[in-house]
Protein backbone atom coordinates (compact mmCIF):
# COMPACT_ATOMS: atom_id res chain seq x y z
CA UNK A 1 0.00 0.00 0.00
CA UNK A 2 1.18 3.28 -1.21
CA UNK A 3 0.76 6.36 1.49
CA UNK A 4 1.46 9.91 0.64
CA UNK A 5 3.43 12.13 2.72
CA UNK A 6 4.60 15.98 2.35
CA UNK A 7 7.65 15.35 0.96
CA UNK A 8 7.91 11.27 1.54
CA UNK A 9 6.34 8.74 -0.40
CA UNK A 10 5.76 5.76 2.52
CA UNK A 11 4.84 2.05 1.67
CA UNK A 12 3.22 -0.37 4.52
CA UNK A 13 4.35 -3.92 4.40
CA UNK A 14 3.68 -7.13 6.43
CA UNK A 15 6.09 -9.23 8.35
CA UNK A 16 5.55 -12.09 5.32
CA UNK A 17 4.71 -9.72 2.61
CA UNK A 18 6.07 -7.78 -0.49
CA UNK A 19 5.44 -4.62 -2.00
CA UNK A 20 6.08 -3.33 -5.73
CA UNK A 21 8.30 -0.04 -5.78
CA UNK A 22 7.51 1.90 -9.14
CA UNK A 23 10.33 4.57 -10.68
CA UNK A 24 7.62 5.78 -12.33
CA UNK A 25 5.35 6.30 -9.01
CA UNK A 26 8.52 7.98 -7.44
CA UNK A 27 9.86 10.09 -10.19
CA UNK A 28 11.29 12.73 -8.52
CA UNK A 29 12.23 11.51 -5.42
CA UNK A 30 15.49 9.31 -4.59
CA UNK A 31 14.29 7.60 -1.55
CA UNK A 32 10.89 5.90 -0.95
CA UNK A 33 10.33 4.58 3.09
CA UNK A 34 9.17 1.61 3.64
CA UNK A 35 7.34 1.05 7.08
CA UNK A 36 6.16 -1.88 9.04
CA UNK A 37 5.69 -2.54 12.84
CA UNK A 38 6.57 -6.24 14.12
CA UNK A 39 4.07 -7.65 16.27
CA UNK A 40 6.83 -10.11 17.63
CA UNK A 41 10.53 -9.78 18.41
CA UNK A 42 12.91 -11.36 15.99
CA UNK A 43 14.63 -11.14 12.76
CA UNK A 44 12.93 -9.62 9.05
CA UNK A 45 14.79 -10.19 6.00
CA UNK A 46 14.38 -8.10 2.74
CA UNK A 47 15.00 -9.28 -0.81
CA UNK A 48 13.98 -7.95 -3.94
CA UNK A 49 12.86 -9.46 -7.58
CA UNK A 50 13.71 -8.03 -10.74
CA UNK A 51 12.98 -9.04 -14.06
CA UNK A 52 15.04 -7.11 -16.24
CA UNK A 53 18.68 -8.34 -15.52
CA UNK A 54 20.92 -8.05 -12.46
CA UNK A 55 20.44 -5.25 -9.67
CA UNK A 56 21.28 -3.57 -6.47
CA UNK A 57 19.69 -1.51 -4.00
CA UNK A 58 20.89 0.42 -1.59
CA UNK A 59 18.48 0.11 2.11
CA UNK A 60 19.23 1.68 5.35
CA UNK A 61 16.79 0.74 8.41
CA UNK A 62 15.62 3.55 10.02
CA UNK A 63 13.82 4.19 13.46
CA UNK A 64 10.67 6.31 14.86
CA UNK A 65 11.69 8.36 17.29
CA UNK A 66 9.54 10.16 19.62
CA UNK A 67 8.67 13.16 17.75
CA UNK A 68 7.61 10.75 14.74
CA UNK A 69 10.25 11.26 12.32
CA UNK A 70 12.36 8.30 11.00
CA UNK A 71 15.57 8.47 12.21
CA UNK A 72 18.49 6.06 11.37
CA UNK A 73 18.32 2.99 13.67
CA UNK A 74 22.28 2.78 14.41
CA UNK A 75 24.73 6.30 14.59
CA UNK A 76 27.57 5.76 11.98
CA UNK A 77 25.96 3.11 10.74
CA UNK A 78 25.90 3.25 6.66
CA UNK A 79 23.83 1.49 3.85
CA UNK A 80 23.03 -2.35 3.03
CA UNK A 81 23.02 -3.27 -0.46
CA UNK A 82 20.49 -6.33 -1.65
CA UNK A 83 20.58 -7.51 -4.88
CA UNK A 84 18.56 -10.16 -7.59
CA UNK A 85 22.37 -12.14 -7.94
CA UNK A 86 25.51 -12.28 -6.20
CA UNK A 87 28.73 -13.43 -7.07
CA UNK A 88 27.50 -17.35 -6.22
CA UNK A 89 24.33 -16.72 -8.78
CA UNK A 90 21.50 -16.68 -5.75
CA UNK A 91 20.57 -13.35 -3.97
CA UNK A 92 21.94 -10.95 -1.44
CA UNK A 93 19.30 -9.95 1.45
CA UNK A 94 19.62 -7.79 4.35
CA UNK A 95 18.78 -8.98 7.69
CA UNK A 96 18.11 -6.87 10.54
CA UNK A 97 16.99 -7.86 14.79
CA UNK A 98 13.84 -5.93 15.15
CA UNK A 99 11.63 -5.35 18.74
CA UNK A 100 8.15 -5.72 19.36
CA UNK A 101 6.04 -2.51 18.68
CA UNK A 102 8.82 -0.57 17.59
CA UNK A 103 7.92 1.33 14.34
CA UNK A 104 10.62 0.99 11.71
CA UNK A 105 10.85 2.15 8.03
CA UNK A 106 13.73 0.74 5.34
CA UNK A 107 15.10 3.18 2.89
CA UNK A 108 15.27 2.39 -0.10
CA UNK A 109 15.98 3.93 -3.85
CA UNK A 110 13.69 4.38 -6.12
CA UNK A 111 15.24 5.06 -9.49
CA UNK A 112 14.11 1.32 -10.71
CA UNK A 113 11.06 -0.62 -10.43
CA UNK A 114 11.51 -4.01 -8.28
CA UNK A 115 9.25 -5.73 -5.81
CA UNK A 116 10.65 -6.30 -2.25
CA UNK A 117 9.95 -9.30 -0.29
CA UNK A 118 9.92 -9.16 3.60
CA UNK A 119 10.41 -12.75 5.39
CA UNK A 120 10.28 -12.71 9.81
CA UNK A 121 11.09 -15.61 11.85
CA UNK A 122 10.27 -14.46 15.51
CA UNK A 123 13.50 -15.07 17.63
CA UNK A 124 13.32 -14.93 21.58
CA UNK A 125 15.63 -13.42 23.60
CA UNK A 126 18.21 -16.36 25.58
CA UNK A 127 21.27 -15.88 27.21
CA UNK A 128 21.87 -14.05 30.55
CA UNK A 129 22.54 -9.83 29.87
CA UNK A 130 24.78 -10.06 32.83
CA UNK A 131 27.44 -12.73 34.12
CA UNK A 132 25.66 -13.79 36.94
CA UNK A 133 22.35 -14.43 35.17
CA UNK A 134 24.13 -16.79 31.84
CA UNK A 135 21.75 -19.10 31.11
CA UNK A 136 23.03 -23.39 30.75
CA UNK A 137 23.84 -24.34 27.59
CA UNK A 138 23.11 -27.91 26.86
CA UNK A 139 24.93 -30.14 24.77
CA UNK A 140 23.47 -30.71 21.61
CA UNK A 141 20.99 -28.13 21.94
CA UNK A 142 20.65 -24.69 20.16
CA UNK A 143 20.38 -21.42 21.83
CA UNK A 144 18.60 -18.69 20.04
CA UNK A 145 18.91 -14.76 20.42
CA UNK A 146 19.34 -11.41 18.94
CA UNK A 147 21.68 -9.10 19.13
CA UNK A 148 20.69 -5.17 18.07
CA UNK A 149 22.81 -3.10 15.89
CA UNK A 150 24.35 0.09 17.22
CA UNK A 151 23.78 -1.08 20.78
CA UNK A 152 26.41 -2.44 23.00
CA UNK A 153 25.47 -5.22 24.45
CA UNK A 154 26.53 -9.15 25.38
CA UNK A 155 24.68 -12.52 25.81
CA UNK A 156 26.73 -15.11 28.80
CA UNK A 157 26.28 -18.67 28.83
CA UNK A 158 27.42 -20.96 31.04
CA UNK A 159 28.05 -25.15 30.18
CA UNK A 160 29.41 -27.87 32.71
CA UNK A 161 32.46 -30.20 31.76
CA UNK A 162 32.42 -33.32 34.29
CA UNK A 163 36.06 -33.87 33.03
CA UNK A 164 38.79 -32.54 31.10
CA UNK A 165 37.69 -32.58 27.17
CA UNK A 166 37.46 -30.57 23.98
CA UNK A 167 34.43 -28.31 24.01
CA UNK A 168 33.30 -27.05 20.46
CA UNK A 169 31.14 -24.30 20.47
CA UNK A 170 29.26 -23.19 17.50
CA UNK A 171 28.08 -19.77 16.32
CA UNK A 172 25.81 -18.95 13.38
CA UNK A 173 24.33 -16.12 12.41
CA UNK A 174 22.93 -13.86 9.53
CA UNK A 175 22.40 -10.43 9.95
CA UNK A 176 23.64 -7.02 8.29
Same mark, same amino acid.
Given at each position: ???????????????????????????????????????????????????DGDMIVPV?????????????AASGYDED????????GGESTATY?? #? &???????????? =?? /?? $?????? !??????? #? &???????????? =?? /?? $?????? !???????? &?????????????????
Open positions: MKLEAADKTYYKIGMNDGVWISENENYYEDYAYVRFCPKKTGAITFSISYYKLMKQNSSGEYVSYISNKNENAV #K &KGVKYALRVETD =AS /YF $LNSEFH !KVGESGG #K &KKSSAKQLKKGK =AQ /YG $LLYIGK !KQSRWYKY &KVPKTKTVAIQFKGWGN
